[in-house]
T-cell receptor
Framework: EAQVTQNPRYLITVTGKKLTVTCSQN?????MSWYRQDPGLGLRQIYY???????DKGDVPEGYKVSRKEKRNFPLILESPSPNQTSLYFC???????????????FGQGTRLTVV | AQKVTQAQTEISVVEKEDVTLDCVYE???????LFWYKQPPSGELVFLIR??????QNEISGRYSWNFQKSTSSFNFTITASQVVDSAVYFC????????????FGTGTRLTVIP
């Protein structure tokens, strides 16, 4: 089954404790990205990757890191989480970097992160 | 600047009523793509439809229909004969042919269908 898998689904952590949210896709997609969803703001892109070893900032990259060492995996790293990073996070992937041209973005199930 | 506005924050309807969710977008690009996603209470994002800027045909899929009007920069979504299972947050989104393929999302409309 084609899917984007995020782990964990729920996470409560303390300020400053490094954490990683994993994302894996089994569709051989080149393009992957991370979004955060906040009430009243919709979803905003954090980082994206056009292919292995190619990553770039989205609209809200501060406080986050990513890596793309393998095509299927795109982990999101919070080196020193803060309470304002409490949010619902989504990983997405698509076959083409050009979402829209006969392709769509497939989203993971979401990771609800709480930083206390 | 690219922007998607969903002015309706929350809508409640009684089951079997029709409901329209509004989406207004802003862009200077001539080629762009519009999407609707559904987010049920379980939290995942479910793709509903994609429409490109050159295709203004309205689309119907079962109880769902979409009205795309470039003249008013709107891409509205109508659910006919709503059901309780339609209760969800619905997001309209916009992306472009060039650039980082960032999906620009609206703030979402929470639809509650009352039995």
């Amino acid at each position: 089954e084609a899917q984007v898998t995020q782990n964990p689904r729920y996470l409560i952590t303390v300020t400053g404790k490094k954490l990683t949210v994993t994302c894996s896709q089994n569709m051989n997609h080149e393009y992957m990205s991370w979004y955060r969803q906040d009430p009243g703001l919709g979803l905003r892109q954090i980082y994206y990757s056009m292919n292995v070893e190619v990553t770039d900032k989205g609209d809200v990259p501060e406080g986050y890191k990513v890596s793309r060492k393998e095509k299927r995996n795109f982990p999101l790293i919070l080196e020193s989480p803060s309470p304002n990073q409490t949010s619902l996070y989504f990983c997405a992937s698509s076959f083409s970097p050009r979402i829209g041209e006969n392709t769509e973005a497939f989203f993971g199930q979401g990771t609800r992160l709480t930083v206390v | 600047a690219q922007k998607v506005t969903q002015a309706q924050t929350e809508i409640s309807v009684v089951e079997k009523e029709d409901v329209t969710l509004d989406c207004v977008y802003e862009t200077r690009d001539t080629t762009y793509y519009l999407f609707w996603y559904k987010q049920p209470p379980s939290g995942e994002l479910v793709f509903l439809i994609r429409r490109n800027s050159f295709d203004e045909q309205n689309e119907i899929s079962g109880r769902y229909s979409w009205n795309f009007q470039k003249s008013t920069s709107s891409f509205n979504f109508t659910i006919t004969a709503s059901q309780v299972v339609d209760s969800a947050v619905y997001f309209c989104a916009l992306t472009f042919q060039t650039g980082a393929n960032n999906l620009f999302f609206g703030t979402g409309t929470r639809l509650t269908v009352i039995p």
